[in-house]
């Protein structure tokens, strides 16, 4: 059997059936196939058909109801945001009032780090990777001068060892039992944007706190991605964007985690607004805050109901699929499209080999970046994005991407790397 007919054959006989049906597949820009073979879901997620609905549906309340829709609508807006709240807590393994839908990813972290950033004495110190997302990057070094706190000393950047890719768990944890009695908040991504590798979250987290650290997880590339257990894990706060595998839209309403025993303690500061007050209580306008011992009391607006529209659609599909079935697929498939690539000359893999220590995404070191999308685009229609300056990213998301759309990519690199030469 040939690659293509055995990719084919592999999509059919697959325990997790392609829910492609349920996506808007973008059209190929070039190349023999109509659909694009897009491998960018880890940067913006596909637009699943039932969001068009659950958008119209609140237009449709709001043209019927005006300002009555949040008490009349269908899903009334006051507590629209209570509908992602199991979906929402399944997904990163949370206890449902340990998570809140709520801004946007950096501003979460923003909120989060108001309420567990405390340098103190000597302990001032903000641990994030080397490879960070720069908003990550500006991020914690803000909030290091917010404190008065000069970034270059306070904020500390893990590299992985001399001519190596990924961060050693061992190493992380050799750090923290030396310097971490001068680390305030160890703040890291639970899958690396730019090499794909699956941080152990269980163990650093201990780690963490066994040094006397606050742990912080940015999840922007686990959630949707791996299987999370949040509570179990006892992470203190965690933050996760829904466009990327969420598939929530461009810019869409995120996530948040504070672990229980922050929630109950009333005593943890917080900046606050009207929708961090009890809602029971909220329109007797008072002018002092009654906080819930829940999540929520770290909301500030009234949510967005246009842009939680399609969160809610996103998070019905996980449900209904289950992030353990889609993890499982997305080895598959993942496993499957590196082993295609290995033999591709002139591409470095640099995501960790080991399925355990990575999620969907494969990251390459290829020559001439940008060309190489350009013409995967154009000549291929594949979808995969750039990272400067060498790396290209690829993420065969198990909801729509398929063995075949990994054969497609496959043998687009092997035609366009031989041509390099
Ligand atoms: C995508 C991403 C962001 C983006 O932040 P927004 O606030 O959603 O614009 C931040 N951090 C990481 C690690 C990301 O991957």
């Known amino acids: 059997m040939n690659n293509e007919d055995n990719a084919r054959r592999l999509d059919e006989i697959d325990p997790l059936p392609t829910l492609r049906g349920e996506f808007l597949i973008p059209p190929a820009p070039g190349g023999p196939y109509e659909e694009a073979a897009y491998f960018a879901g880890n940067s913006l997620g596909l637009q699943p058909r039932a969001t068009a609905r659950y958008l119209t549906e609140e237009l449709a309340d709001w043209a019927r109801f005006g300002v009555e829709g949040h008490t009349e609508g269908r899903r009334p807006w006051v507590d629209y945001h209570e509908l992602l709240r199991e979906p929402a807590a399944r997904l990163v393994g949370a206890l449902p009032h340990e998570v809140v839908a709520m801004n946007t990813l950096t501003v979460n972290l923003h909120l989060m780090m108001a309420s567990f950033y405390r340098p103190a004495g000597e302990r001032t110190k903000i641990v994030i990777e080397d490879s960070a997302f720069p908003s990550d990057s500006y991020a914690v070094a803000s909030q290091a001068v917010h404190h008065g706190l000069d970034p270059a000393e306070t904020v500390v950047r893990l590299r992985p060892r001399d001519g190596e890719e990924h961060l050693r768990t061992s190493d992380i944890e050799a750090f923290l039992a030396r310097e971490g009695h001068t680390v305030a908040l160890l703040m890291l991504g639970g899958v690396n944007y730019l090499t794909g590798q ?49 598939n929530a839209g461009p810019g869409a309403v995120a996530g948040c985690f504070v672990h229980e025993r922050h929630v109950r303690d009333a005593s943890v500061p917080k900046l606050s607004g009207w929708w961090g007050t009890d809602p029971a209580i909220r329109f007797r306008m008072a002018p002092d805050i009654t906080p819930p011992a829940s999540a929520d009391a770290w909301q500030l607006s009234n949510p967005p109901i246009l842009a939680l529209a399609p969160v809610l659609a996103s998070y019905e599909i996980f449900d209904r699929v289950g992030m353990e079935a889609l993890r499982a697929k997305s080895r598959r498939l993942t496993g499957y499209l590196a082993a295609r690539l290995v033999p591709v000359r002139g591409v470095e893999l640099i995501t960790p080999e080991s399925e355990a220590d990575r999620g969907s995404q494969l990251s390459l070191r290829v020559p001439d970046t940008r060309g190489l999308v350009q013409r ?21 998301v198990p909801l729509y991407c398929t063995f075949h759309d990994c054969h497609r990519v496959a043998e687009a690199l092997t035609v366009l790397t031989a041509q390099q030469d």
């Open 198 to 246: 699956l941080m152990d979250m269980q163990a650093i987290t201990k780690a963490g706190h066994v040094a006397g650290a606050v742990v912080g997880w940015d999840l922007a590339h686990a959630a949707g991605n791996v299987p999370l257990r949040l509570h179990d894990w006892d992470v203190d706060f965690a933050a996760w964007c829904t466009y990327k595998y969420l």
């Open 376 to 396: 995967l685009a154009a000549e291929h229609g594949v979808i995969a994005d750039a990272r400067e300056p060498d790396v290209i990213r690829l993420a065969p």
